[in-house]
């Protein structure tokens, strides 16, 4: 009987970005975290940008092995937006399936955990990139519900959260939405 070898597991190399980092292609699920922070009647994203124009999204990202959920946002609001986030309540979840959206900012062959935190930023945080932004991040910036309906928001229903008594309606759980 011939013996076969195990499946390899971990990060697999893909191709390099460019800044000289290997990409790596994940087996199984990532998990990642983002940032609600509300402050009156409006939401803190980050800006991004691609050849379609400016887009934008909760800050946050994937979790490190070894590093709990409130670690991760704070260590990605810190490079992303410059601040020392408050981690409150877990608020919603989402699947998120690269291959499942016309538009994505990830790897096609990404299926991705999403866990939505309320945060919070102190009362003296100026709005700005932090030292560390993603690729695509050109800046942030709190946008209310007029601003959000007439942005591309990833996801979309983010617009729904500015106001909480549409916020209060909204189920835990996304499910694969872009």
């Known amino acids: 009987m011939e013996e076969l070898s195990p499946e390899p597991r971990g990060p697999t190399p893909l191709a ?4 000289g980092e290997m990409l790596m292609a994940r087996r199984g699920i990532r998990i990642a975290v983002r940032a ?8 803190l994203l ?5 050849r379609e124009g400016d887009w934008y999204c909760l800050p946050g990202g994937g979790q490190g092995e070894g590093e709990t959920l409130p670690a991760a946002l704070i260590r990605e609001c810190r490079e992303e937006i410059g601040a020392e986030v408050e981690v409150g309540s877990l608020r919603f979840v989402r699947d998120y399936i690269a291959a499942n959206h016309d538009f994505s900012y990830l790897e096609e062959a990404t299926h991705q955990l999403e866990l939505f935190f309320d945060c919070a930023v102190p009362g003296d945080y100026v709005v700005g990139n932090g030292p560390e932004p993603d690729s695509n991040q050109v800046g942030v910036a709190w946008l209310d519900a007029r601003a959000l309906a007439d942005s591309r928001v990833y996801p979309r229903r983010l617009r729904e959260v500015v106001d909480p008594r549409t916020a209060a309606r909204l189920p835990l759980y996304w499910g694969d939405e872009n």
């Open 16 to 19: 390099e970005n460019h800044e």
């Open 36 to 43: 609600l922070i509300l402050r009156e009647g409006r939401l």
């Open 46 to 50: 980050t800006r991004c940008r691609d």
